[in-house]
């Protein structure tokens, strides 16, 4: 390292180093720019990563979004089990949304893939994320079977 600084000064070395970081970030820039499939496939990735955010932050409203604990380890707790819970919602939402997909599909109902692709299984507004918890578990769900899919014109949901 000695020999990219002198004093407080950057030597040539260490200056002909940022240039040439600058002329990549530069030609990612333009390419960004140039590219509409780049910048549509950047758009996709910071909508998944917002949406993984926002579903978090649904789920971990109850201490307003603040770590409680003190500790490093206890915060590295609560972030676990964040975490988890986050995945299982996803895990819930994916098979629940290949059921709903293979009914209508047995159905007849044109199910087109471009609209397929475009599902997401981080929504949560049908997760009760306030309130009393029963955990108990339906027969059908122990024997490994699903829940029955709601049909919406049968309610006024």
């Not at 789920?59 to 003190?70: D, N, S, T």
């Not at 009914?103 to 309130?131: C, F, K, M, T, W």
Request: net charge positive; no cysteine.
């Amino acid at each position: 390292m000695r020999t990219l600084q002198v004093g407080d000064r950057p030597t040539r070395l260490a200056q002909a180093f940022a240039e040439f970081g600058r002329i990549d970030k530069t030609l990612h820039t333009l390419t960004y720019l140039d590219d509409e499939t780049k910048r549509r496939a950047t758009l996709i990735q910071l909508n998944r990563g917002e949406g993984r955010h926002s579903l978090a932050r649904a789920v971990f409203h109850g201490k307003r979004g603040e770590l409680r604990q003190r500790y490093r380890e206890g915060q590295e707790d609560q972030l676990g089990a964040l975490g988890l819970v986050v995945n299982m919602i996803v895990l819930w939402n994916t098979i629940y949304l290949q059921a709903a997909l293979e009914q209508l599909r047995a159905e007849d109902y044109p199910v087109r893939e471009e609209d397929v692709v475009r599902l997401s299984p981080l929504g949560h507004e049908h997760i009760n994320l306030l309130g009393r918890y029963s955990f108990a578990v339906p027969e059908a769900v122990a024997r490994g079977e699903l829940r029955p899919l709601r049909n919406p014109a049968d309610s006024d949901r």
